[in-house]
Every structure is written in C-alpha cells, then in structure tokens.
C-alpha cells in the first residue's frame, strides 16, 4: 500500500507551488493514472514517489514504511528507455537485477522470460542503437518487469511512440498486468484515452498550484476497447473534468483525435 | 561496404597527391630561392633531396631508428604516468565538491602553461637526464586528462544514473557499472588529446637535455648546421605523433563510438 500524506512540493527561488495538499492511498494491485495539464506537477509527483526528488511537506509511506530517497521496491518507467548504450539488450535487462544481487544464473533466466512477454526473444543479442523507440520501450519494459518491485512508476512511457507502437505497447502492457495481478502501478500520462484505457481510478490534477482536483474511478470491464461506447463516455468525462483546468490541455487531445 | 572502402582509396589517393605536389612545390622553390636567384642560404633553406639523403644516412647509422624508438618508449612511459595521475585528479575533482571548486580552476591555470616552462625545474631538480623529461612530460599532459576525466563524468546523461538509481544501485555499482562504461567516449577523447601533448611535451624536454631522443638529433642538426636533418626530424616527429593519434587513438575511439551506434 502507497500512501502519500499531505504531500506538498515547492522549489526555491521559484513563487509556483508546484503540489500542494496531496492525499493519496493506492492498494496494492491498482492501476492508478494522474493525468492533468502540462506543467501541473505530474512528472514531480512521480519523482517523489521513486524518491528522485523530496517532498518539501508531508511524507510518503510504502507498505508503512516512509520513503527516503530511491530505491528497487519503486523501478521508474522514463519517457525515454535509459537503456544503456554499451550493453546489448539481454545484459541491459540483467543490469537491474545485478543491483539486487540476484545470481547470475537467475537473472538470466528471467531476463529471457521477460523478453519473451515483451517479444523480443529474437533481439537478446542486439545492441540498443540498432533497436526502433517501440522496441527499446519493450525492453525497458522488461527489464522494469524483472526487477519485481513492489510498485512500478510508469511516466508517459509511451508519449514519445507514434500511434501503433503505441497501441501495441499499451496492449502489452495490459495484458502483462491482468496476468499479474499484484502488481501496483503509478502511470502518468497526459493522454485521457490512455487512462482511461488502464486505469482502476484516475487522479486528475489542477495547475498551480498542483493539487488533487478528483479522483475519478474507472470500473470497465477489461480488457477495453477505445470505440466502446462506456470508454467514450469514459473519456469525455475525464475531459471535461481537466478541460476545465485549462484549455491548452483539452484542444491537444481533440486535434489529436 | 565496398563503397565505403573505395571511398577510403579514393581519399588516400588525393592526400597522397596533394602531399607530393606539396613536395615537389618545395623542391622548385628551393632551386629557384637558392639556385637561381640566390636569395635563400643554402645552409638555412632546405630541400627535399638534401633531406632524403640526411633520412639515408641517419638510416643508415641506426641514429634515426634508436632515436624514435628511445622517444617513443619515453613517451609512452611519460603518458602512462600521465593517465593514471589524471585518472586520480579527475575522479577527485569530480567527487568532492571542495576540490572542485577550489583545486579545479588551479589546475585550469596550470594546463595554460606551456610545458617548456617546466624545463628549468625539471633540470634543476633531476639533472639532464631521463626522469627530467618525464617530468615535462607528464606536466605537460596530466592535468589535461584530469580536466577531460572530471568532464567526462559531469557529461554523463543524467537519467543513466536516475534509472540506476532507481533499480537499487549503490555508490560503487553507480560508478563501476553506468558512470565509468558511460564515460569511455569521452576517456578516449582525453586521451588522444593528453597523447598530443605529451608527444609536445616530450619534445620540449628532449631538446633541452642531452639523452638520445628525437629531440636531441634535432638539437645536433641545429650544431652541425644541417638544416636538413631538422628538417628531416621534424618530419618525422610530425610522422610519429600521427600515426599513434590514428592508429592508436582514432580508431580505438572510432570503434566504440560505432559499437555504440554514436557513428
């Protein structure tokens, strides 16, 4: 269980509260998205939960336990894949576990089991740079997987794909998270469409200062489908809620559809 | 690839050809400086021959090949210490924020300096001898490395050592596993510069002392006032640096780079 209590977060030398007052409990095996308008402290308040960045008030617990700074029981999803370029795709995946001190053999074995989930069985031996951005976000994705932390930090981990890819990964990543079910996520993301298609309940967030606007639940039936008519209304819903907020956000989702 | 490679011929050639009609430009000037106009000294004005034939008899002798060598293996001897003294003045400079900000800028000062100007200490405290122009030597290269080395770590893409972070990794795995790999474009980089002046550097000392070296048999030309056995040294003090930043250096570098996709 993640708990966040009154947390708040304001940088020096700047007059933007960028979080203010956010309470927040997530039981273990939830899907949870935090979507809102750029700017609003989404990515922050990520980053305070990966224990990237302190909370300027409040406190986080996980399972009771109070976060100080980052650690293998919180494994970030980056925009970005953060593979590293010197390593091939099979030693990338087993760099994590090589932290946790996990035996050489074990880490083997599950690197490929992950790889296969996200099927790039066939791509063990390939260095990152010949990899497309779909396929580096898979391995990211396995390598994130094989750690088995406790909760898994996802933050716009598909916004830099283009639409296919994307909807693959997303299918993916759904189909990964049904068949483990005790897996905790914190998914932001900036796309309604996107949380409403993982989400258990989606945070939407204001803008300056960033605080909890609703928190809204989303009981659809999995898997979903995006032209289904309760996901579209779904959608609309979680639109109007962060429209509101600000127009810019909205007009990029519509011009995106 | 076969393009690729002929491409590579192709650029050969045309050097190779420049370099000759570079050659030979020398050597019309020269017969018309000195042989017919009567401008140039003979003995201040050389000529491609006369250095062809000072290449042959210094070949001839053996001198041209222990001098190389003998400078070449005090070189590498010197940028050795060079690079495990950087390495150390680097990582230090890096991690304590107090030596960055303070020995940092006083090691900038000292990498202005010409390496010449530590001959005198160096014959003062060692004499005319080999451990003098190590000294010059590694002046003249270690605080470049530490420079490049400190940049190096600060260049590293912040989010390899957040995502590291992240998935548990400790001080030592952080450096060990994603810092140090993640640096060594970078560290090859450094090298190939600190090599550079380290190759200055050893000339610089070598002309000031009286051991066997490049240096020296440049100094015995200037004595024996055989402009062309100058001549013929610097060329191939200008062959051997070359050579070791390309074969050496460049292709170590071109090699990662490319393993890494960065070319």
């Keep these: 269980m993640l708990e966040l209590r009154n947390v708040g977060k304001t940088y020096p030398h700047t007059v933007k509260r960028t979080l203010k007052d956010i309470n927040l409990t997530i039981e273990e095996g939830e899907f949870i998205c935090i979507v809102g308008p750029s700017g609003c402290g989404k990515t922050t308040l990520l980053n305070l939960v990966a224990g990237l960045e302190e909370p300027t008030k409040g406190e986080i617990f996980l399972d009771g336990i109070p976060v100080k700074g980052p650690g293998a029981d919180r494994v970030v999803m980056f925009q970005e894949a953060a593979l590293y370029p010197w390593l091939n795709v099979l030693d990338n995946v087993m760099l994590g576990m090589e932290f946790l001190g996990i035996p050489k053999e074990e880490r083997k074995n599950r690197a490929l089991k992950y790889l296969k989930m996200v099927h790039l069985s066939q791509f063990t031996e390939y260095p990152i740079h010949q990899l497309s951005g779909g396929m580096r976000q898979r391995a990211a994705l396995a390598r994130a997987l094989s750690m088995d932390s406790k909760i898994l930090l996802m933050d716009e981990p598909f916004s830099a794909l283009d639409k296919q890819t994307t909807n693959m990964l997303r299918g993916e990543l759904e189909q990964i998270w049904m068949n483990d079910h005790s897996k905790t996520v914190l998914f932001v993301t900036h796309s309604a469409e996107e949380a409403v298609y993982f989400a258990d309940r989606i945070v939407v967030l204001s803008e300056n200062p960033g605080q909890i606007k609703e928190i809204i639940s989303c009981d659809l039936k999995r898997p979903r489908q995006i032209d289904q008519e309760e996901f579209v209304h779904m959608r609309h819903r979680l639109l109007e809620s962060v429209k509101k907020e600000v127009e810019k956000f909205a007009k990029e989702e519509y011009d995106k559809n | ?263």
């Design chain 2, 1 to 263: 690839m076969q393009k690729k490679s002929t491409t590579k011929i192709k650029k050969g050639l045309e050097l190779a050809l420049f370099l000759f009609l570079l050659v030979v430009l020398w050597q019309i000037l020269n017969m018309l400086f000195v042989d017919v106009f009567k401008i140039w000294k003979p003995y201040s004005a050389p000529s491609p021959a006369g250095v062809a034939f000072s290449f042959a008899s210094l070949l001839k002798s053996g001198v041209l090949l222990s001098a190389l060598l003998k400078s070449l293996g005090r070189g590498v001897a010197g940028f050795a210490i060079s690079v495990i003294a950087g390495l150390i003045l680097g990582i230090l400079i890096h991690h304590f924020s107090y030596l960055n900000r303070n020995l940092k800028p006083v090691i900038m000062g000292m990498q202005t300096l010409p390496s010449i100007c530590w001959v005198p200490f160096a014959i003062l405290w060692f004499g005319l001898n080999n451990s003098a122009i190590l000294f010059v030597v590694v002046m003249g290269s270690a605080f470049s490395i530490a420079l490049g080395v400190d940049d190096g770590i600060k260049n590293v893409p912040p989010l390899y050592i957040k995502a590291a972070k992240t998935m548990g990794a400790g001080q030592g795995d952080l450096y060990l596993k994603v810092i140090l790999p993640a640096c060594v474009p970078s560290f090859l980089a450094t090298l190939r510069q600190g090599w550079s002046f380290a190759w200055r550097a050893l000339m610089s000392g070598e002309v000031m002392s009286s051991t066997i070296g490049l240096g020296q048999t440049l100094i015995i030309g200037r004595d024996m006032a055989d402009i062309n056995q100058v001549m013929l040294v610097m060329l191939v003090i200008i062959f051997a640096g070359v050579v070791i930043d390309k074969c050496i250096f460049t292709a170590l570098e071109n090699r990662v780079l490319r393993k890494r996709g960065l070319m």
